[in-house]
């Protein structure tokens, strides 16, 4: 699952930093991804360490009558641009000095490797997979970590275009094991209405509203 809504005024890149909390519609993201999945057969429920991935995980954990179960392996991936706004016109890439880390964007070259984090994230899923054998299990962690595990297992080129991402606030990516296998992965969004339409999976980007600023 990816997370809710985040408070962010500023527009900040906020990637791995404390302090970022779910805003109100945020909350109510997790709220309502909690009840739809209040009658499933879930017995382990994990977040990543930052913030806005345990307050959206709290709901659900509270409900299954769960303790939320920290793994580091969920958290989000690094970013050198992390605690600023990003963009060409009005962000870090305005400043020469930072063209340097964006001249590879098959690694990337401003960020943790996207093999790294499949390292981790599949670490953290074949985990959560011993954890509920016979039952289900739910991690809540950030758009790229999710999608760059996707990739990998529909076996996509990791290099993307951020804006196609398929993993819209408060989703839900499935993966299905059988034995230790993975042999489907699925995709649902339970709190679709309650997204911004700018920030829905495939949306066009809107003026003033494109900015990316962690997820």
Known sequence: MRHGEVANPDGILYGRLAGYHLSELGRRMADRVAEHLAPRDIVHVGAS?????????????????????????????????????????????????????????????????YVEQVIRMMGALNAARDAARGHEAVLVSHQLPIW???????????????????????????FTYRGDRIVSVGYSEPARDLVPAHLLAGAKPVKGKGKAFGA
């Open 148 to 174: 760059i595990v996707r990739s990998y297992v529909e076996k996509r080129r990791l290099w993307h275009d951020p804006r196609k991402r398929q993993c819209t606030l408060a989703s839900l990516t499935t």
């Open 49 to 113: 360490p930052l913030e806005r991935a345990q307050e959206t995980a709290e709901p659900l954990a509270k409900g299954q009558g769960l303790d939320i179960v920290t793994d580091e392996r969920l958290i989000e991936a690094e970013n050198v641009f992390q605690g600023k706004t990003f963009g060409i016109g009005d962000g870090a890439l305005r400043r020469p000095a930072n063209w340097k880390h964006v001249v590879n964007p098959f690694k990337p070259s401003w960020g943790e490797p």
